[in-house]
């Protein structure tokens, strides 16, 4: 059974970087479609960063140029490399995979960045 594993949430000053990470245990091949969701408090869930078909990547206007999504590494795991983070990042981010018309979700890591 298909697991994702999140880590790397924490609190950070504005300005600050954080890397998350999500793996995707169990998997028996390199999953093709990975990425991140962010829900702000009070708000809908909305995609962050994506990687597609195995090499598309698609950003939130609001990510372009601060962060950055690696590819699908042969451990199934993602990073999203988060720079320059601001008060509007805070929330808890999701770790989401689709594959085999199976849709999976992380279970979640808060980020809160403080001004």
């Known amino acids: 059974q298909v697991q994702l594993v999140e880590s790397g949430g924490g609190l950070v000053e504005a300005g600050g970087s954080l890397r998350l990470s999500c793996t995707a245990s169990g998997a028996r091949f390199i999953l093709p479609n990975m990425g991140w969701y962010r829900q702000a408090p009070g708000k809908q869930r909305e995609l962050v960063a994506r990687?597609?078909?195995?090499?598309?990547?698609e950003y939130a206007d609001s990510a372009k140029g601060r962060f950055t999504l690696s590819g699908v590494n042969v451990k199934n795991t993602i990073t999203l490399q988060m720079n320059s983070l601001k008060a509007e990042d805070t929330g808890v981010y999701y770790c989401?995979?689709?594959?085999?018309?199976?849709?999976?979700w992380g279970q979640g890591t808060e980020v809160t960045v403080s001004s």
């Open positions: 990687i597609t078909n195995g090499n598309r990547r």
């Open positions: 989401k995979a689709v594959f085999a018309g199976v849709e999976l």
